[in-house]
């Protein structure tokens, strides 16, 4: 068997008995592959080879990797806005109670301001010519409701006083009739003093009743009072006239006889008469304008 031929090694020299091929060539094939690598790298990757890798091309087998497609460039991410820093309540606080202070001392200046300008209105010199008693007056809600009447008041305490000045008045007549037919005149005798404490009673309690807002309040005190003294007197010189009748020759036929007592009864009964008119004619306007009992003079 003989032995295999003879093969040069790769990429050694040239065997033993051939000629080197000229310099000339060597730099003509490598100007070549010069110019063939630049075209190749302008115009992209070589399509991938299944042959045997040769001195410069790739390996066998190897297919390289596409190429990725170009991405786009990161887009900057907006800046959030820094977080709001929160106010202390202590300056919350503060906050409130200046805005508050601020608004009063506007509603005072407005509100007294507002009264300067409308004292020429003709509501404003309706209001300033009325009389103190019935000048409005701020209510709670706000509004202007008319102030108290002070008269009004006295009035009805007046008016409470009067009606019980009448309460002895049919016992005094009752009293005095039975007087002058000789009849009962004990009992007549004690009901005409009851009555006469009854009247001094009256006098008392009009003294402690405040009447000074009344129209002509001095004269219709001065007439109650008048007409009660009178009445009181009246009453009790009836009641002595009475015991007397009841003495010896006291009555006439039955009819009692008449005395220095009966007869300043009589006066008293007519002073207690005029003054009791007076006093019904000073009361009844009075009575009418607060919604008030009238009184006839017989009735005080």
Same mark, same amino acid.
């Given at each position: 068997?003989?032995?295999?031929?003879?093969?040069?090694?790769?990429?050694?020299?040239?065997?033993?008995?051939?000629?080197?091929?000229?310099?000339?060539?060597?730099?003509?094939?490598?100007?070549?592959?010069?110019?063939?690598?630049?075209?190749?790298?302008?115009?992209?990757?070589?399509?991938? #080879? *299944?042959? $045997?890798?040769? =001195?410069?091309?790739?390996?066998?087998?190897?297919?390289?990797? !596409?190429? @990725?497609?170009? %991405? /786009?460039?990161?887009?900057?991410?907006?800046?959030?806005?820094?977080?709001?820093?929160?106010?202390?309540?202590?300056?919350?606080?503060?906050?409130?109670?200046?805005?508050?202070?601020?608004?009063?001392?506007?509603?005072?200046?407005?509100?007294?301001?507002?009264?300067?300008?409308?004292?020429?209105?003709?509501?404003?010199?309706?209001?300033? #010519? *009325?009389? $103190?008693?019935? =000048?409005?007056?701020?209510?709670?809600?706000?509004?202007?409701? !008319?102030? @108290?009447?002070? %008269? /009004?008041?006295?009035?009805?305490?007046?008016?409470?006083?009067?009606?019980?000045?009448?309460?002895?008045?049919?016992?005094?007549?009752?009293?005095?009739?039975?007087?002058?037919?000789?009849?009962?005149?004990?009992?007549?005798?004690?009901?005409?003093?009851?009555?006469?404490?009854?009247?001094?009673?009256?006098?008392?309690?009009?003294?402690?009743?405040?009447?000074?807002?009344?129209?002509?309040?001095?004269?219709?005190?001065?007439?109650?009072?008048?007409?009660?003294?009178?009445? /009181?007197?009246?009453?009790?010189?009836?009641?002595?006239?009475?015991?007397?009748?009841?003495?010896?020759?006291?009555?006439?036929?039955?009819?009692?006889?008449?005395?220095?007592?009966?007869?300043?009864?009589?006066?008293?009964?007519?002073?207690?008469?005029?003054?009791?008119?007076?006093?019904?004619?000073?009361?009844?306007?009075?009575?009418?304008?607060?919604?008030?009992?009238?009184?006839?003079?017989?009735?005080?």
């Amino acid at each position: 068997m003989s032995p295999p031929p003879y093969q040069p090694p790769f990429g050694g020299g040239p065997a033993q008995g051939e000629r080197p091929p000229p310099s000339e060539f060597d730099g003509l094939f490598r100007a070549s592959a010069a110019s063939a690598a630049a075209s190749a790298s302008a115009s992209g990757p070589a399509p991938a #080879s *299944a042959g $045997p890798r040769g =001195a410069a091309g790739a390996a066998p087998g190897h297919i390289p990797p !596409p190429r @990725a497609p170009h %991405a /786009a460039p990161p887009q900057p991410v907006p800046a959030s806005p820094p977080p709001r820093r929160k106010l202390p309540t202590a300056a919350i606080v503060g906050i409130v109670v200046a805005g508050c202070a601020v608004a009063g001392l506007a509603a005072g200046a407005l509100l007294s301001g507002g009264g300067d300008e409308k004292k020429d209105t003709p509501q404003n010199a309706a209001v300033s #010519s *009325a009389t $103190p008693g019935d =000048a409005p007056v701020e209510g709670d809600d706000g509004k202007k409701e !008319p102030s @108290a009447d002070p %008269a /009004a008041a006295q009035a009805k305490a007046l008016d409470a006083l009067l009606k019980d000045s009448n309460n002895s008045r049919d016992a005094v007549i009752k009293a005095v009739d039975s007087t002058r037919s000789c009849k009962d005149l004990d009992k007549s005798a004690s009901d005409l003093r009851d009555a006469a404490k009854q009247r001094d009673g009256l006098v008392t309690r009009l003294e402690k009743t405040v009447i000074d807002k009344l129209p002509n309040s001095a004269e219709l005190s001065a007439q109650l009072t008048k007409a009660w003294k009178s009445s /009181a007197s009246a009453d009790s010189h009836y009641a002595a006239w009475a015991d007397q009748v009841g003495g010896k020759h006291g009555c006439i036929k039955g009819h009692a006889r008449p005395s220095g007592e009966s007869t300043a009864g009589d006066r008293a009964s007519g002073d207690a008469t005029a003054a009791k008119k007076q006093a019904a004619e000073l009361w009844n306007p009075i009575a009418k304008k607060y919604g008030l009992s009238q009184h006839g003079w017989t009735q005080l």
